[in-house]
């Protein structure tokens, strides 16, 4: 309510800030205002799944930023949508005609069956279109070595516990959206720390093990998020996750680097591999 309030008034009181769509075209808005790839695939698509059947006679809307982004590129193709209006970044638009599909009612909440449309939906275009041929294996952990934020610092340490349990080290990053339906399809155990990479736990076969890493609460602004288990618990895949200490006590949930007490990772992984036979 805040966001909307701010950019209200900013085009009430900037008018220039203002884009008039008067036509009689019928404008479809999906998008979150958080950006990521969990808000994008598990709720802009699932909006636009809900109109899927009506797309050609509808103008998506989507933010200029958006453009040229390879997991919002690829996750539109197979839908086939025609028109894309782009907004003007700094830009409010007025509609006449606009579809707003309903969003969830929160984050953590989701729809078994629209899940499992949605993820056969992705696997069969991807298996139609293409031949992919990777060997990563089954065991996925997840580096975010490469973002630049929310790490694990003594990753190095958490490496050769990962190896001899049999997985293998992927950056999401070096792949393409269609890529990691690909990868992920054939994955039955993922481990990463909290973050959008876990969203790929959708393209899993159902029955899989998903483990996550979570900041311990260390100030006023922390909470646990529970996104990620709940995703789980719907997909039918067994959800374990471990407490980290944050290398900044100060740093919120979200940006904080983490390190992982390796002791109790060996022994988690040792009741995880009971689950994995």
Not at 107 to 130: A, P
Request: hydrophobic fraction near 40%; aromatic fraction near 16%.
């Amino acid at each position: 309510m805040k966001e909307a309030s701010f950019y209200y008034y900013d085009a009430l009181h900037n008018p220039d800030k203002l884009v008039y769509l008067e036509s009689e075209d019928r404008f479809l808005m999906i998008h979150h205002p958080w950006f990521m790839y969990y808000h994008w695939l598990c709720e802009s698509i699932f909006r636009l799944w809900a109109v899927k059947d009506n797309l050609s006679q509808l103008i998506l809307l989507l933010p200029e930023e958006y453009a040229g982004i390879d997991f919002v590129d690829k996750t539109l193709l197979p839908f086939g949508v025609g028109k894309i209006f782009y907004i003007p970044k700094g830009k409010s638009l007025m509609v006449r005609n606009l579809c707003l599909p309903q969003i969830k009612p929160f984050i953590e909440s989701y729809d078994y069956k629209l899940l499992l449309q949605v993820r056969d939906f992705y696997l069969n275009y991807v298996t139609s279109n293409y031949a992919y041929n990777f060997n990563l294996g089954d065991r996925l952990y997840i580096s975010r070595e490469k973002a630049a934020r929310k790490k694990i610092i003594n990753e190095p340490e958490l490496v050769p516990v990962l190896k001899r349990y049999g997985f293998k080290i992927i950056y999401n990053e070096d792949y393409d959206f269609f890529e990691q339906v690909a990868i992920y399809s054939r994955a039955t155990c993922v481990i990463s720390i909290h973050g959008s990479g876990l969203t790929n736990m959708l393209f899993m076969p159902p029955g899989g093990v998903v483990f996550e890493f979570q900041k311990r609460l260390t100030n006023s602004r922390d909470w646990h998020s529970v996104a990620f288990w709940s995703l789980s618990e719907v997909l039918k895949h067994h959800y374990y996750h471990q407490i980290c200490e944050p290398s900044d006590v100060q740093a919120d949930y979200f940006t904080a680097n983490y390190i992982v007490d390796i002791n109790l990772f060996e022994k988690n992984m040792e009741l995880l591999a009971l689950d994995l036979k």
